[in-house]
């Protein structure tokens, strides 16, 4: 079972992705059940360190911009961040998350590229929640 992927594939995943990310900024309602979704996901995911530790601090900057709240991000980088999302959540990927610990090992690697992506935003978006007296996920 293959447990590497090169930039370029996983490029590809997010890219798969950016047609549904739109469509969820385009309607609230539906990307508000996306994001509990997601969180109930995430507490049933294993311990796998700090790898997926950078998710709370994404799904808060994804509603702060769907309630137009944090908008101060480039597009680009809020689709990068709805694409790696809902890679994690969707039950079709690279390694089934039913083999375990090893089955989230693309979800990390997916989570991580586009990460380093949108970095200079997710800390920017950190620095306003610490402004604005929110919770600062991620610290």
Known sequence: MKTEFTEEELGLELKGREAEAKELLEDE??????LERL???????PAVGDKLSDIPVLISLV???VKKEYTDIPIGSII?????LIYFVSPID????????VGYIDDIAVISFAMK????????????QK?????????
């Open 80 to 84: 990068a961040i709805l694409g790696s």
């Open 117 to 128: 992506m949108v970095q200079d935003d997710v800390d920017e978006y950190k620095e306003w």
């Open 63 to 65: 509603r702060s911009y």
């Open 131 to 139: 402004k604005h007296g929110k919770r600062v996920f991620g610290d």
């Open 29 to 34: 309602d539906k990307m508000e059940r996306f």
């Open 94 to 101: 690279l390694i089934p998350d039913t083999v375990p610990v």
């Open 39 to 45: 969180e109930k996901k995430l507490k049933k995911v």
